[in-house]
């Protein structure tokens, strides 16, 4: 028994904010770092009265008509990001009431930009543990631009809002969810967050005056990190299962550094085409991201049946999270 994407969406506001959006609010030429040394040309933003869970709801209704079901037959829906709607209740229920699922139960995970592979492990295994779970409907979502901090045009520059959505279903075939390895190191947790607005640092007049509770690079994780630990995790991976890197088909990489995804491919040596990269149209969509450019290579008709293909991704906490599957159709 195995558990296996039967059906993937993805949506992106409709707001586009170009390079040049940014050359002229911060009087230079940010355009040409953008688009060299990290392949973004524009994001998407949501509007003031948007919510993460508005994101997600057309992400999902894309998914389940992908994969041919209701909302009444999802299970369970878990939902991965670091931007809810509330800090409590779930965005997941939320996310059940506004998709009336009335048969799902729901909950969120946090483990920053890596949330989306994280919640298709923890899907597969509900799926394969108990037979009460035979759909699930995983989500990565971001609406990071309600957390920028303008005065950082390093990083207000990149960071861009979107949802994604794959359904997981039960599977008797050889195609699925073939294994996993999560990774954290967790001495970097204070590197880069939003660390106002839990018990840590409540939110207060003086936190919001001093944008505390705005997106912060506290301090620089190594730039080596993704290039070093993604080959490393493919490896451990492809050990496993018993494959050859040159049987992936296709990456699908946390799409915030064309650098670091190119080093990664290098050091496996595999050809760079091999990531789906979205980033250039979407900037960087942190939770959403890997399964945005999922999405997008399904829409795409680029994934066939038995492709090998391997999603990573990597965010703040350090947490990494790894995922190789058997693609069970063709797109």
Not at 95 to 110: E, M, P, R, Y
Not at 197 to 203: K, L, R, S
């Amino acid at each position: 028994m195995r558990a296996s994407i039967i059906g993937t969406g993805l949506y992106a506001p409709e707001r586009v904010i170009s390079n040049q959006y940014f050359n002229e609010m911060y009087k230079k030429d940010i355009d040409t770092f953008l688009k060299t040394q990290r392949n973004i040309y524009e994001r998407r933003w949501m509007r003031e009265d948007q919510a993460t869970s508005d994101l997600i709801v057309p992400a999902a209704e894309e998914a389940l008509k992908n994969a041919k079901l209701t909302a009444n037959e999802i299970d369970l829906i878990v939902v991965a990001t670091d931007t809810p709607d509330y800090l409590s209740p779930s965005t997941a229920a939320v996310v059940q009431h506004k998709l009336k699922a009335k048969n799902a139960g729901t909950f969120d995970i946090n483990s920053a930009c890596a949330g989306f592979v994280t919640a298709l492990d923890l899907a597969s295994k509900y799926i394969v543990a108990d037979p009460k779970y035979k759909n699930i409907l995983v989500v990565g979502a971001y609406g990071m631009s309600k957390y920028l901090n303008f005065d950082d045009f390093k990083i207000a520059t990149l960071f861009a809002d979107g949802a994604s959505a794959a359904v997981v279903s039960r599977s008797t075939s050889e195609s699925g969810i073939l294994g996993s390895e999560l990774y954290t190191d967790g001495q970097y947790h204070d590197y880069m967050g939003i660390y106002a607005g839990g018990t840590h640092q409540p939110i207060t007049h003086q936190v919001i005056e001093s944008r505390g509770h705005l997106l912060n690079f506290a301090k620089k994780i190594p730039i080596e990190t993704n290039g070093t630990h993604w080959p490393r995790l493919t490896r451990m991976l492809l050990d496993r299962i018993h494959r050859q890197p040159e049987e992936i088909k296709h990456f699908f990489l946390t799409q915030i550094n064309i650098q670091s995804i190119n080093e990664a491919l290098d050091n496996l040596n595999l050809p760079r085409e091999r990531s789906h990269n979205i980033m250039d149209r979407f900037g960087y969509t942190g939770s959403a991201a890997v399964g945005m450019a999922l999405a997008d290579a399904a829409r795409s008709h680029k994934l066939k049946k038995g492709d090998l293909i391997f999603l990573l991704g990597s965010g703040g906490g350090l947490s990494m999270a790894a995922l190789a599957m058997e693609w069970g159709y063709d797109t």
